[in-house]
C-alpha cells in the first residue's frame, strides 16, 4: 500500500502540485491502480495466441506532397519559407 508520504514524494518528484485536501483521494485512487496491476499479475499466461515476427508496416511509396506555398497558405506566421512558431525558451 502506498501512503499519504509516498504520494506526496511522487508528486515532488513529477512536478504536481497537490494540495493536503487532496492527498487521501490521490493515495486511494493510487492503490487502487497497484490493486489492478496485482489482479493482472495472477492472470496465468497461455500459449494460445502466437505470432510469428513480420513486418506489419506498408513499405515505403513516394507520392507527390503539397507545394511549399499551399502548405504555407494557412500559417499563422512564416519566415523564410518555413513555419515560424513561437520561442519555447
Excluded at 20 to 38: M, S, V
Excluded at 52 to 81: H, I, M, W
Aim: aromatic share 8%; proline share 2%.
Amino acid at each position: 500500500m502506498v501512503s499519504e508520504r509516498d504520494i506526496e514524494h511522487i508528486a515532488e518528484l513529477a512536478d504536481i502540485g497537490i494540495i493536503k485536501e487532496e492527498l487521501a483521494e490521490f493515495t486511494g485512487q493510487f492503490n487502487r491502480i497497484l490493486d489492478y496491476f496485482d489482479i493482472l499479475d495472477t492472470v496465468e499466461e497461455s500459449d494460445g495466441y502466437k505470432q510469428d515476427g513480420y513486418n506489419v508496416l506498408r513499405e515505403d511509396v513516394a507520392c507527390p506532397s503539397l507545394l511549399q506555398e499551399d502548405a504555407l497558405k494557412n500559417a499563422g506566421d512564416t519566415e523564410d519559407g518555413f513555419f515560424k512558431a513561437p520561442r519555447v525558451m
